[in-house]
């Protein structure tokens, strides 16, 4: 310690990290950071979750920009997306067949081009289009063995329910709107 140092002096350096507890704005940097990084790899587990729903990762990339950005046209999904326009065209029309997205022609006072505005199917709906299939292939494996014996079985051991979110969130005793307590342990 010089003579111009002080015990203060040690004190403030002490609290600015010298003893390994970092502060100010580097660690907020580095959390955010996490955090985006992070929030990255969620949103890449999604966009894999969704491909295997939606058949496409591209279709996939759409219906999460329009969940996110409902009545937006081809050309805003695109730059919303950096897709090409033309991918995101043909996307959307196989969308839009398939019932997955729905579309409205956009209004407006002028003259000109009037496009379509897409806007996702609700998560719980595009889930529960895939549920039966899912069900039936499930059942299909469980009731092997009784298909290959010769026997006929018809019972179907699985049985897959989609609930709404609402019937599920927490109310202020722990439990659940439909009276469980959010554990699983019906």
Known sequence: MSADDTPEDDEENADSGSL????GPDVRGRLEQEADRAREQFDENVIDLLSWILDTETRARIYVYLCETPESTS???ATGTGLYPSTVREALAELHEDGQVTRTKRQSDGAGN???EYSALPPSELVSERVNEVQRQLNTVFNLDTYLEGESDD????TITVREEHERRPNGN???ADGHDGTGDE
């Open 75 to 77: 050309e805003e999904v």
């Open 114 to 116: 009037n496009p379509y």
């Open 155 to 158: 019972s179907d051991p699985v």
């Open 20 to 23: 390994g507890v970092e502060t």
């Open 174 to 176: 722990g439990e659940t």
